[in-house]
Protein backbone atom coordinates (compact mmCIF):
# COMPACT_ATOMS: atom_id res chain seq x y z
CA UNK A 1 0.00 0.00 0.00
CA UNK A 2 1.17 3.51 -0.62
CA UNK A 3 1.52 6.44 2.00
CA UNK A 4 -0.46 8.18 -0.62
CA UNK A 5 -3.57 5.66 -0.60
CA UNK A 6 -3.38 5.27 3.17
CA UNK A 7 -3.61 9.20 3.74
CA UNK A 8 -6.65 9.46 1.32
CA UNK A 9 -8.37 6.50 3.28
CA UNK A 10 -7.88 8.08 6.34
CA UNK A 11 -9.10 11.89 4.86
CA UNK A 12 -12.49 9.66 4.12
CA UNK A 13 -13.44 8.30 7.23
CA UNK A 14 -11.17 10.92 9.10
CA UNK A 15 -9.88 9.46 13.07
CA UNK A 16 -11.70 9.34 16.22
CA UNK A 17 -10.91 11.96 19.17
CA UNK A 18 -10.26 10.28 22.69
CA UNK A 19 -11.27 14.03 23.69
CA UNK A 20 -14.89 14.63 22.06
CA UNK A 21 -17.58 12.57 24.29
CA UNK A 22 -20.30 13.38 26.38
CA UNK A 23 -21.83 11.13 29.27
CA UNK A 24 -25.28 11.48 30.28
CA UNK A 25 -26.05 9.59 34.09
CA UNK A 26 -29.34 9.18 33.93
CA UNK A 27 -29.91 8.51 37.94
CA UNK A 28 -33.11 7.27 39.73
CA UNK A 29 -33.96 10.42 41.44
CA UNK A 30 -34.22 12.11 37.81
CA UNK A 31 -32.30 15.34 39.06
CA UNK A 32 -32.46 16.88 35.61
CA UNK A 33 -29.95 19.79 37.02
CA UNK A 34 -27.59 17.26 38.21
CA UNK A 35 -27.23 15.37 35.72
CA UNK A 36 -26.41 18.02 33.05
CA UNK A 37 -23.76 19.00 35.03
CA UNK A 38 -22.29 15.61 35.30
CA UNK A 39 -22.26 15.68 31.22
CA UNK A 40 -19.92 18.41 31.47
CA UNK A 41 -17.73 17.11 34.40
CA UNK A 42 -17.11 12.78 33.18
CA UNK A 43 -13.71 13.45 32.31
CA UNK A 44 -13.04 9.79 31.27
CA UNK A 45 -15.13 7.13 30.56
CA UNK A 46 -14.42 3.58 28.88
CA UNK A 47 -16.48 2.32 25.89
CA UNK A 48 -17.65 -0.96 26.81
CA UNK A 49 -15.76 -4.15 25.31
CA UNK A 50 -17.23 -7.37 24.81
CA UNK A 51 -16.19 -11.06 26.18
CA UNK A 52 -17.71 -13.96 26.89
CA UNK A 53 -17.10 -17.62 29.06
CA UNK A 54 -16.81 -20.74 27.34
CA UNK A 55 -16.29 -24.26 27.72
CA UNK A 56 -14.75 -27.14 25.75
CA UNK A 57 -17.01 -29.37 24.04
CA UNK A 58 -17.00 -33.09 22.23
CA UNK A 59 -19.42 -34.82 20.24
CA UNK A 60 -16.99 -36.20 18.11
CA UNK A 61 -13.25 -35.96 17.30
CA UNK A 62 -11.49 -32.82 18.60
CA UNK A 63 -12.73 -30.81 21.04
CA UNK A 64 -14.02 -27.01 20.60
CA UNK A 65 -14.94 -24.12 22.42
CA UNK A 66 -18.72 -22.89 22.79
CA UNK A 67 -20.00 -19.70 24.18
CA UNK A 68 -22.02 -19.95 27.45
CA UNK A 69 -22.32 -16.63 28.47
CA UNK A 70 -20.75 -12.92 27.72
CA UNK A 71 -18.72 -11.04 30.56
CA UNK A 72 -17.03 -8.25 31.92
CA UNK A 73 -19.75 -5.99 31.88
CA UNK A 74 -18.20 -3.19 33.69
CA UNK A 75 -17.54 0.68 32.66
CA UNK A 76 -15.23 3.24 34.29
CA UNK A 77 -15.95 6.87 34.63
CA UNK A 78 -14.11 9.05 36.24
CA UNK A 79 -15.97 12.44 37.47
CA UNK A 80 -14.34 15.84 38.10
CA UNK A 81 -15.66 17.43 41.15
CA UNK A 82 -17.05 20.69 42.24
CA UNK A 83 -15.73 22.08 45.35
CA UNK A 84 -18.18 20.97 47.56
CA UNK A 85 -18.38 17.13 46.20
CA UNK A 86 -21.57 17.37 44.93
CA UNK A 87 -21.22 14.91 42.14
CA UNK A 88 -20.39 12.19 44.83
CA UNK A 89 -23.28 12.61 46.82
CA UNK A 90 -25.39 12.33 43.84
CA UNK A 91 -23.70 9.10 43.19
CA UNK A 92 -23.73 7.97 47.10
CA UNK A 93 -27.04 8.83 46.84
CA UNK A 94 -27.68 6.32 44.16
CA UNK A 95 -25.81 3.63 45.58
CA UNK A 96 -28.23 4.07 49.05
CA UNK A 97 -31.26 3.33 46.97
CA UNK A 98 -29.38 0.15 46.34
CA UNK A 99 -27.68 -0.52 49.77
CA UNK A 100 -29.83 1.14 52.09
CA UNK A 101 -29.45 4.44 54.25
CA UNK A 102 -27.34 3.48 56.73
CA UNK A 103 -24.56 5.99 55.51
CA UNK A 104 -26.52 8.84 56.74
CA UNK A 105 -28.19 7.36 59.70
CA UNK A 106 -31.33 7.09 58.43
CA UNK A 107 -33.85 4.96 60.11
CA UNK A 108 -36.57 2.73 58.33
CA UNK A 109 -34.67 1.15 55.27
CA UNK A 110 -30.91 1.46 56.44
CA UNK A 111 -29.88 -2.00 55.73
CA UNK A 112 -32.61 -3.27 53.08
CA UNK A 113 -30.98 -3.68 49.76
CA UNK A 114 -33.18 -2.18 47.09
CA UNK A 115 -35.36 -3.53 44.55
CA UNK A 116 -33.24 -3.98 41.10
CA UNK A 117 -35.67 -2.39 39.00
CA UNK A 118 -35.48 1.13 41.66
CA UNK A 119 -31.90 1.55 40.96
CA UNK A 120 -30.95 0.62 37.52
CA UNK A 121 -31.37 2.92 34.90
CA UNK A 122 -29.27 3.70 31.79
CA UNK A 123 -26.48 5.06 30.96
CA UNK A 124 -25.63 7.00 27.62
CA UNK A 125 -22.33 7.62 25.87
CA UNK A 126 -22.07 9.80 22.85
CA UNK A 127 -19.15 10.16 20.53
CA UNK A 128 -19.28 13.72 19.06
CA UNK A 129 -17.52 15.04 16.01
CA UNK A 130 -15.93 18.27 15.56
CA UNK A 131 -18.89 19.76 14.47
CA UNK A 132 -20.25 19.02 18.19
CA UNK A 133 -22.50 16.39 15.97
CA UNK A 134 -23.41 13.27 17.72
CA UNK A 135 -22.04 10.15 15.62
CA UNK A 136 -22.13 7.29 17.68
CA UNK A 137 -24.30 6.04 20.90
CA UNK A 138 -23.78 3.56 23.38
CA UNK A 139 -26.46 2.98 25.73
CA UNK A 140 -25.66 0.79 28.74
CA UNK A 141 -28.42 -1.03 29.51
CA UNK A 142 -29.91 -1.31 33.34
CA UNK A 143 -26.55 0.47 34.93
CA UNK A 144 -25.49 1.20 38.44
CA UNK A 145 -22.68 2.63 40.19
CA UNK A 146 -21.17 -0.89 42.28
CA UNK A 147 -18.22 1.43 43.12
CA UNK A 148 -16.90 5.00 44.23
CA UNK A 149 -13.67 5.05 44.53
CA UNK A 150 -11.70 6.80 47.24
CA UNK A 151 -10.50 10.26 47.17
CA UNK A 152 -6.95 10.99 47.71
CA UNK A 153 -6.10 14.57 49.15
CA UNK A 154 -2.77 15.35 49.94
CA UNK A 155 -0.58 18.82 50.25
CA UNK A 156 1.62 17.42 47.76
CA UNK A 157 -0.36 17.43 45.13
CA UNK A 158 -0.56 21.48 44.99
CA UNK A 159 -3.44 22.69 43.57
CA UNK A 160 -4.64 19.41 41.40
CA UNK A 161 -8.23 18.81 40.04
CA UNK A 162 -10.25 16.10 42.68
CA UNK A 163 -11.18 13.38 40.30
CA UNK A 164 -13.89 10.49 41.60
CA UNK A 165 -13.49 7.19 40.16
CA UNK A 166 -16.39 5.24 39.49
CA UNK A 167 -17.64 1.77 38.27
CA UNK A 168 -20.90 1.27 37.07
CA UNK A 169 -22.12 -2.57 36.08
CA UNK A 170 -24.66 -3.09 33.82
CA UNK A 171 -26.55 -5.53 31.79
CA UNK A 172 -25.65 -5.21 28.32
CA UNK A 173 -24.81 -2.80 26.10
CA UNK A 174 -26.39 -1.02 22.49
CA UNK A 175 -24.59 0.83 20.14
CA UNK A 176 -25.92 2.96 17.26
CA UNK A 177 -23.85 4.83 14.46
CA UNK A 178 -25.62 7.79 13.94
Not at 16 to 44: H, I, K, W, Y
Not at 57 to 65: D, F, I, K, L, M
Not at 93 to 102: A, C, V
Not at 131 to 143: F, M, S
Request: proline residues 3%; hydrophobic residues 35%; glycine residues 8%.
Amino acid sequence: MSILRFFSQLRKGGVASTATFEVMVNAPDGNRDQERNLLFRCSSVDLPGRGMQVKDSVTYGAPYQVAVTGTGNTCEVEIILSENLSEREYILNWQDKILGTHRKNISGNMWDIGYYSDYVRTLDIYKINDLDEIVHETKLIDAFPTTVGTLQMSWDQGAAILRLPVTFAYRYFTDKVK
